[in-house]
């Protein structure tokens, strides 16, 4: 009897763990999808994320009782990271791979690392309060954090004066973060004496003296502490060159299935970096590869104080620095950095804060596409960086023959083949090549080309009243590339930006894009019998707009007029597919 009541209860404790099992999981798929606007946002996510979760370390288990046997549970998350510490424990390389009985080598569950460079003496106890708990959802998320403290403001030749302030710190920090013991705190550790310098190169000597930590759910804290081989002292060092150093040894020394750096986060009070066009708010999000020499000298222009100017430029240079090598060492641009502020990081909501939202979604919390001159259009003190794609754009401004698309295919400068399965790809139809190119060789307006024919669109001068208007011909973005954040923000504002002055488009009222192109526009119509929307947009809808021919003086805006034009021509244009 006794041994039955055992098993019994054993059962019943069994089932109010999987209860809470089930419920954790299912509260956090439900927080996942309230959090991403699209299902492929949502599935880029778990991809990426789900192997992660493990809802059973937080539990007491008991493993005698465990329903999977021991090759089976080598899959699991927490038991990878207990194989790999102990391989270091053992001076055994934890990089090779891992097989079970029948040589069939297992995926590894790579650690998905995120990078803060906090500046320490601004923050308030109650924004401590806060960012402890973005870390701590950002761990629920599958992030794996580790903390750079930012003490930019000591004089680097005093290391002894300030070593003890810098301790007191690091161990208030530990009590921000919370008590170890306690249940559902935030469980950190400090880290120090990694780094050395030899003839102004630093290294890090201890890779396991990260990642061990990271392996047992701890969130470690660096002190911008080097040791200098020469002088046989303790340094301080700049936070930039440290941040710069630990991607370096992470990326050198660890295998691609085994670490993955994910985001670089800049806490600083400053916020992100300041924008002209957006009133001195914050650049949403920057293509590294297309902007970063622009907002260089935008910043020099003189709008902000030089002082902070710097501060900016410095924080600018060292992302574009890591992520630039973080492509290069990993081969692709999933690596974001994002600039913000710790009243903004201690936001505790997954739609209002924007590092996690970058998590869940990869991308700012609004589109930088949006005009900027529009009430609705918020104001941000974060930016959202990635190294991002290299960006043609072509227009008669810039060509030193007549300015046609015979001329750009023979010149070598576009590729007919390309450009054409582009757009075939990306409209899932065929495009009638001939009548269509030969349409708009002579009345080409600009032509834009991302990445690797990745996306582009195609800007063309129509005519009505005997006035010229830009109409955006096609928009067109890869297949494989519908729905990567960021691509079409960074064509659709290369389109404003190459006719700010006036643009018009249409698309089938059918179209589900139709919303995307409404928030972007001044205005849209439509008539029953068509089967288009027509949009417009541009600075002379910033005049004074009159409806009534007899009432119109100099400088106002003939709407009329307009909407007469801009109903003629996409009404005129013929199908461009087959």
Same mark, same amino acid.
Do not use: C
């Given at each position: 009897m006794s041994k039955l009541s055992t098993l019994n209860r054993q059962f019943i404790s069994n089932l109010d763990t999987h209860k809470v099992i089930t419920d954790a999981k299912r509260n956090l798929i439900l927080s996942i999808l309230k959090s991403t606007t699209t299902k492929r946002e949502a599935k880029n996510y778990l991809t990426k994320y789900q192997n992660q979760f493990d809802f059973s370390s937080s539990l007491e288990f008991n493993r005698s009782i465990k329903s999977i046997n021991e090759q089976e549970s080598l899959t699991k998350r927490d038991i990878q990271r207990e194989l790999f510490i102990n391989r270091y424990l053992n001076r055994r390389n934890p990089f090779i791979n891992i097989y079970d009985n029948e040589e069939v080598k297992y995926k590894k569950i790579p650690l998905r690392i995120a990078l803060f460079k906090i500046k320490v003496p601004s923050i308030t106890p109650k924004e401590w309060? #806060?960012?402890?708990?973005?870390?701590? %959802? =950002?761990?629920t998320f599958g992030i794996s954090p580790i903390i750079i403290l930012d003490y930019d403001h000591f004089p680097h030749d005093s290391f002894k004066h300030n070593e003890l302030y810098m301790i007191d710190v690091a161990n208030k920090l530990l009590n921000y973060l919370g008590k170890p013991e306690a249940e559902g705190d935030l469980k950190a550790t400090i880290a120090r004496s990694l780094f050395t310098s030899r003839d102004g190169v630093i290294t890090m000597d201890s890779l396991e003296s990260i990642l +061990?930590? =990271?392996?047992? #759910?701890?969130?470690p804290i660096i002190q911008p502490f080097v040791y200098n081989a020469e002088t046989s002292y303790q340094e301080l060092i700049e936070p930039d060159n440290l941040l710069y150093s630990l991607s370096s040894a992470l990326l050198e020394r660890g295998s691609k299935d085994l670490l993955t750096i994910e985001k670089i986060v800049m806490i600083d009070p400053i916020g992100g970096i300041p924008s002209i066009e957006r009133n001195q708010s914050s650049h949403v999000f920057i293509n590294l590869s297309q902007e970063y020499s622009d907002i260089i000298s935008e910043l020099y222009i /003189? $709008? +902000?104080?030089?002082? !902070? %100017?710097?501060? $900016? =430029?410095? !924080?600018?240079?060292?992302? !574009? !620095?890591i992520l630039s090598f973080i492509n290069e060492k990993s081969g692709n641009d999933e690596a974001t950095g994002i600039i913000t502020t710790p009243e903004i990081m201690s936001i505790n909501s997954d739609e209002l804060n924007p590092i996690i939202y970058n998590v869940l979604t990869d991308r700012p919390i609004i589109s930088s596409s949006l005009p900027s001159s529009n009430t609705r259009t918020q104001r941000l003190s974060t930016s959202v960086i990635k190294k991002g794609v290299d960006v043609q754009i072509f227009d008669q401004d810039d060509y030193h023959r007549e300015f046609t698309l015979k001329n750009l295919f023979e010149d070598k400068l576009v590729d007919k083949d390309r450009l054409v399965a582009l757009m075939n790809d990306s409209f899932g139809k065929e495009l009638d090549v001939d009548s269509y190119l030969s349409r708009i060789n002579n009345d080409l307006a600009t032509l834009v080309i991302v990445g690797?024919?990745? #996306? #582009?669109? +195609? +800007?063309?001068?129509?005519?009505?009243? /005997?006035?010229?208007?830009?109409? =955006?011909?096609k928009f067109a973005i890869a297949k494989k590339n519908q729905g990567l954040p960021g691509l079409a923000d960074i064509i659709f504002k290369i389109i404003l930006q190459s006719h700010p002055n006036e643009l018009i488009w249409r698309s089938r009222k059918v179209n589900p894009v139709n919303k995307w192109y409404f928030e972007r526009c001044c205005g849209c119509m439509s008539s029953p019998e068509s089967q288009w929307k027509i949009f417009y947009t541009g600075e002379i809808f910033n005049k004074k707009i009159k409806r009534y021919d007899n009432k119109i003086v100099n400088g106002d805006l003939n709407i009329g007029k307009k909407l007469k034009q801009y109903s003629e021509i996409c009404e005129s244009i013929p199908p461009s597919f087959i």
């Open positions: 309060q #806060g960012i402890t708990e973005t870390f701590k %959802r =950002l761990i +061990i930590p =990271l392996y047992q #759910g701890l969130v /003189g $709008h +902000i104080e030089p002082k !902070n %100017r710097d501060l $900016h =430029l410095q !924080n600018l240079n060292s992302m !574009n !620095n690797d024919y990745d #996306g #582009g669109a +195609i +800007i063309t001068w129509e005519y009505s009243q /005997g006035e010229k208007i830009a109409y =955006l011909d």
